[in-house]
Each structure stands twice: as C-alpha cells, then as structure tokens.
C-alpha cells in the first residue's frame, strides 16, 4: 500500500464517496480515504490518474502533485452533498 497526503477535501461525507469510487477501481478494494487526517492509502497498482480524476470532482488533490493543483484549482467544484451546497464547501 501506498499512503499519499490529499489537499482540498470539503466534507467527511464527500471524502466517503470520493473513497468509495476510488474503491470501484482496479485494485481499489483496500483504499482509504481519511478526512481528518487526509491521507489516501491505496494498493501500489492503481492507476492513479483515474484517482486524480476522481479526486477533482471534489476540488482535491495530492499534495505535491503541482500538475494536478494546477487543474483543480481552475476547475469548477461539483458540491457533492447538501452541506457543500448550503455552505459553500465549507463543511464543519
């Protein structure tokens, strides 16, 4: 397994359905995504451009990744759940 540091998570709720999507692809059934902590532990043979993309539609990304912060920070967020859409993407 192989933990990376993801920036730019809005909610709990948005992390569990970015994880279980990120858990949909090959080699996804071990990954973790943990808000508190923003760490994502997955398997070494995921293909980690499709977790970028995933990662995107909530406006995250991995630290250290500046490709890809570049592209999020651009992008238009999705607001997955209620309070990311009442509040703006400023989920207590």
């Given at each position: 397994?192989?933990?990376?540091?993801?920036?730019?998570?809005?909610?709990?709720?948005?992390?569990?359905?970015?994880e279980?999507?990120?858990?949909?692809?090959?080699?996804?059934?071990?990954a973790?995504?943990?808000?508190?902590?923003?760490?994502?532990r997955?398997?070494?043979?995921?293909?980690?451009?499709?977790?970028?993309?995933?990662?995107?539609?909530?406006?995250?990304?991995?630290?250290?990744?500046?490709?890809?912060?570049?592209?999020?920070?651009?992008?238009?967020?999705?607001?997955?759940?209620?309070?990311?859409?009442?509040?703006?993407?400023?989920?207590?």
């Open positions: 397994m192989k933990e990376y540091e993801i920036k730019g998570l809005t909610c709990a709720n948005c992390a569990r359905a970015l279980e999507q990120i858990q949909s692809l090959p080699y996804g059934d071990g973790t995504l943990n808000y508190n902590s923003g760490k994502l997955v398997h070494e043979r995921i293909d980690l451009e499709k977790v970028r993309t995933i990662l995107a539609t909530d406006g995250a990304y991995i630290a250290d990744d500046e490709q890809t912060q570049k592209k999020t920070k651009s992008a238009p967020l999705s607001r997955r759940c209620l309070s990311c859409s009442f509040f703006d993407g400023a989920c207590a």
